[in-house]
């Protein structure tokens, strides 16, 4: 039934893409006619299921599908940048400090995601809730003699939706598959390296 309700919207009314802010189990009801019409899909969900990620993988054989806990180019960034410096001192010690609303009760699927692209327990996750912060991540590096700190702050929702357009645009370049948003960046800074380097030369 939802199925064909998709299939009658997306005749009546045509897209070359798709976000979703909704719920992980979203993508299960729209997601083979977004197989079918090859719909760019960008899908920003603060958890996924395995089975949920697996699905959307799915997909990227027949479209571009990226899907991100947190859509703004800021954490994104903060997560590869907190990536490299993983990577260079993976002695450091690494805690996760996220604050949020007071009415959200489960741990950050940001912080978690954090968590794991860095190879850290979920017990390095501090969570507060306070007022109505929208968003704030810091990753802190310890090192002997100095602290690092990489600190995020969404201000305003509005960052999530100028996040969703970035990743429109350049997943819009891309082959068809799975993306994640480092994807996004790390081809980025790729595609300006030898720019620089060109240019340090010239």
């Known amino acids: 039934m939802v199925q064909n ?3 009658d919207l997306f005749e009546r009314i045509p897209v070359d893409a798709l976000v979703d802010f909704s719920s992980p189990k979203s993508i299960h009801s729209y997601g083979e006619e977004v197989r079918k019409r090859g719909i760019m899909l960008v899908s920003a ?3 996924y299921s395995e089975d949920d990620l697996a699905y959307a993988r799915s997909l990227g054989q027949s479209t571009r599908v990226l899907c991100s806990p947190n859509i703004t180019l800021g954490i994104n960034f903060l997560i590869v940048a907190a990536k490299l410096l993983r990577k260079i001192a993976p002695f450091a010690d690494v805690e996760i400090l996220e604050q949020h609303f007071k009415e959200k009760s489960e741990v950050s699927g940001t912080a978690r995601r954090i968590a794991d692209t860095l190879e850290i327990a979920g017990e390095n996750i501090t969570s507060l809730r306070l007022g109505g912060i929208v968003g704030h ?3 802190i590096f310890g090192f002997p003699y ?3 700190r990489l600190i995020h702050d969404s201000i305003r929702r509005e960052a999530f939706g100028t996040g969703a357009v970035f990743a429109l645009v350049q997943l819009a ?3 068809n598959g799975f993306y994640t948003f480092d994807d996004l960046l790390l081809r980025l800074m790729r595609d300006e390296l030898p720019e620089r380097e060109q240019t340090t030369k010239g």
């Open 45 to 47: 969900i603060s958890a």
């Open 173 to 175: 370049e891309c082959k």
């Open 5 to 7: 309700s998709f299939a």
């Open 137 to 139: 991540h810091e990753v």
């Open 146 to 148: 100095q602290t690092v």
